[in-house]
């Protein structure tokens, strides 16, 4: 059974930084592909970025330039580092991965930007 625990949300000002962490185990991140969604209240739930099982990353127009996606050595944790924060990123951040054709999701983590 596949686990994902994100982390590392919270309240910040406009322009503050933060930095998500999507931990796993069995060192999935080196053997498929991740991504992070955000839904933000009445939106639908979109593509924030994407990291394959090496090192090629993908970012949504919206946060490119700011938004930096990367995984420890043993694969067993993604970050999102998350820089000059505007309140349009508030949303639930999510992490999930596809493992033979199956989409596993984390719970989501709560990003609240202040103006």
């Known amino acids: 059974q596949v686990q994902l625990v994100e982390s590392g949300g919270g309240l910040v000002q406009a322009g503050g930084s933060l930095t998500l962490s999507c931990a796993s185990s069995?060192?999935?991140?080196?053997?498929?592909?991740m991504h992070w969604y955000r839904q933000a209240p009445g939106k639908q739930r979109e593509l924030v970025a994407w990291?394959?099982?090496?090192?090629?990353?993908y970012y949504e127009d919206p946060v490119k330039g700011r938004f930096t996606i990367s995984k420890d050595n043993d694969g067993n944790t993604v970050y999102l580092q998350m820089n000059s924060l505007k309140p349009e990123d508030t949303a639930v951040y999510y992490c999930k991965i596809d493992i033979n054709y199956k989409e596993y999701w984390g719970q989501g983590t709560q990003v609240t930007v202040s103006s």
């Open positions: 069995g060192s999935i991140f080196n053997k498929n592909d």
């Open positions: 990291l394959n099982s090496g090192h090629d990353t």
